[in-house]
């Protein structure tokens, strides 16, 4: 499996910006399709974004779109979540995830389709 390690979560103004990265080692970077999720508090983790293997293909969920940016760094082992225009409902735990796979059609998401996570960085908001 693939380690995973995130940073750059804080406190912010709404209007703001953050920028998150997740760095991950142990398997080829490469293989993988990785995403990210968020949870807030009494609710269930949810979609936010996912990237594929090689960058080609993105995903958003809807509350997301035009304010949230995902990427990638293969040879750095980096993915990244640029978030602008944060709103107090985008306050929440994010996740990085990996799920092994070089197809550029699927999107994994579901907590149940991910195969490794990170431990987490909070993201609050406030209005």
């Known amino acids: 499996q693939v380690q995973l390690v995130e940073s750059g979560g804080g406190l912010v103004q709404a209007g703001g910006s953050l920028r998150l990265s997740c760095v991950a080692s142990?398997?080829?970077?490469?293989?993988?399709?990785m995403g990210w999720f968020r949870q807030a508090p009494g609710k269930e983790r949810e979609f936010v974004a996912a990237?594929?293997?090689?960058?080609?293909?993105?995903d958003y969920a809807d509350s997301v779109k035009g304010r949230f940016t995902i990427s990638r760094d293969n040879a750095k082992n980096t993915v990244f979540l640029q978030i602008n225009s944060l709103k107090p409902e985008d306050t929440a735990v994010y996740y990085c995830?990996?799920?092994?796979?070089?197809?550029?059609?699927?999107?994994?998401?579901?907590?149940?389709?991910?195969?490794?996570w990170g431990q987490g960085t909070q993201v609050t908001v406030s209005s």
């Open positions: 990237i594929s293997w090689n960058g080609g293909n993105t």
């Open positions: 142990g398997r080829t970077f490469s293989t993988y399709i």
């Open positions: 995830a990996a799920v092994l796979s070089r197809s550029n059609n699927y999107v994994p998401r579901r907590s149940t389709e991910i195969g490794s």
